[in-house]
């Protein structure tokens, strides 16, 4: 079964940091680009990180420039949003997604994640 699980998600304080994890299964994650995804309560689901599958380069929307960092390990077949200087606005249920394209950025994913909920307050 192709599939995609997130972690790492929780309640922090404004300023702190977070690393949500994206395991792989059914499928081998080096041939696959990965996204990152958000949605706030009552807004659209935004792209805000990818990682294409063969150069590994990264793409982040201007909100998580210089906070928001994605990596993957595709021996584990896990991918990684580092997520530091957390602002109250990065709320939302975050989601990873995975597509077998060079190119990352976009909404057309293949094989999305349940989503893990981030609340940024005080």
């Known amino acids: 079964q192709v599939q995609l699980v997130e972690s790492g998600g929780g309640l922090v304080q404004p300023g702190r940091s977070l690393k949500l994890s994206c395991v792989a299964s059914g499928f081998t994650l080096d041939e696959y680009s990965i996204g990152w995804f958000r949605q706030a309560p009552g807004k659209d689901r935004e792209v805000v990180s990818c990682i294409t599958s063969s150069d590994g380069g990264q793409y982040h929307a201007d909100s998580v420039k210089g906070r928001f960092t994605v990596s993957r390990d595709n021996a584990k077949n896990i991918a990684y949003l580092q997520m530091i200087s957390l602002k109250p606005e990065d709320t939302g249920v975050y989601y990873c997604?995975?597509?077998?394209?060079?190119?990352?950025?976009?909404?057309?994913?293949?094989?999305w994640g349940q989503g893990t909920q981030v609340t940024v307050s005080s």
């Open positions: 997604a995975a597509r077998r394209t060079y190119e990352c950025w976009g909404y057309e994913y293949d094989v």
